[in-house]
């Protein structure tokens, strides 16, 4: 790890000690633990199965994104070993750890691993961006303006436009990108190539009729589950908030901090409570919510990434690393 890293780790623990020295100080601890007491047992069974088919579904999406070539349990393992190193350590190395964990297996290599989390993250934002206009229409408070969904929609249609003239454009792509690649620092024209390779691979996988339903209905079904997984937990707070505002608040809390992008303590508990506290809801009991959320999210990701690290045969050495393999790896 250089200085750079270390300092950049240190810069994050302090912000992190920060949001929660804020939140100590305005925050009534005391009735916040006495709305935590009410929690009902079953409704945080019935959260925690959510959760974990909601897991299922994501990992599934990224089986496809791999063209099936690795088993779910491959990238079940691999995502909550990489959800569970975004939760414990500072500046979302979880991403890179999972790609590790993949790109160790003999199903695909790294390049494809990484190329495929790239792709991943443009259905990821569709996802949140359909949550969050959803948590708008049914009356959440938050501030979204026609022009930022329409500039979301614009950012997503451009993308997948790029997409199908990657795909289209194959041939030219690379016979002239690699060696323009090649010019920066520490890449190779080959590495590069491969890269290119893999990427083009997953994008017309993709990009075909029959994949694509594929994917956009894992992604609907995982962030079905993940709703149900807020929606429940919220249930289990009892009468903490009214009827009418169950539906937007976690709607608002999915879209503001869905599972599939964990945070550390402190940073979760400050997406989730500052934004809709803002408009209107009852701070005390969206702190309990936040935490009793991102309990069962802690508990359920760090221990499947156990069984994953046991059942992948991976270090923790090796998945704490900082940096994923570049396009310079071997394979």
């Given at each position: 790890?250089?200085?750079?890293?270390?300092?950049?780790?240190?810069?994050?623990l302090v912000v992190i000690g920060a949001i929660v020295a804020l939140f100590v100080w305005f925050v009534d601890l005391q009735a916040v633990g006495?709305?935590?007491?009410?929690?009902?047992?079953?409704?945080?069974?019935?959260?925690?199965?959510?959760?974990?088919?909601?897991l299922l579904f994501y990992a599934l999406r990224w089986r496809f994104l791999l063209g099936n070539k690795p088993t779910l349990l491959q990238t079940f393992h691999a995502s909550n070993i990489g959800h569970a190193g975004n939760i414990i350590v500072p500046a979302r190395a979880g991403e890179a750890m999972r790609i590790v964990v993949l790109g160790r297996s003999d199903a695909v290599t790294y390049t494809e691993a990484t190329s495929s989390f790239v792709v991943e993250r443009l259905f990821e934002q569709l996802m949140r961006l359909l949550a969050l206009v959803a948590a708008v229409a049914v009356g959440a408070g938050i501030e979204l303006s026609p022009g930022t969904i329409l500039g979301g929609v614009a950012v997503l249609v451009a993308a997948f436009a790029g997409i199908q003239w990657l795909v289209r454009q194959r041939e030219h792509v690379l016979a002239r990108w690699p060696s323009r690649f090649a010019s920066l620092p520490r890449i190779t024209e080959d590495g590069a190539r491969r890269t290119l390779t893999d990427l083009l691979d997953n994008l017309t996988a993709v990009s075909e009729p029959k994949q694509l339903a594929k994917v956009?209905?894992?992604s609907l079904l995982a962030w079905g589950c993940f709703w149900g997984f807020f929606y429940v937990?919220?249930?289990?707070?009892?009468?903490?908030?009214?009827?009418e505002e169950?539906?937007?608040v976690s709607l608002g809390a999915?879209?503001?901090?869905?599972?599939?992008?964990?945070?550390q303590p402190g940073i979760f508990h400050a997406s989730v409570v500052v934004p809709l506290a803002a408009v209107g809801f009852n701070e005390v009991t969206l702190?309990?919510?936040a935490v009793l959320l991102h309990i069962l999210e802690m508990v359920w990701m760090i221990g499947l990434a156990v069984w994953g690290l046991a059942?992948?045969?991976v270090s923790v050495g090796t998945v704490l690393q900082q940096n994923s393999p570049s396009v310079n790896s071997p394979q």
């Open positions: 790890m250089n200085r750079k890293q270390i300092w950049q780790i240190v810069g994050l006495e709305v935590l007491r009410t929690a009902v047992p079953t409704h945080l069974i019935l959260a925690s199965f959510l959760l974990i088919l909601g956009m209905g894992s937990t919220l249930l289990a707070l009892g009468q903490g908030f009214p009827p169950r539906l937007a999915l879209a503001l901090s869905p599972p599939s992008a964990p945070t702190t309990a919510y059942q992948t045969g």
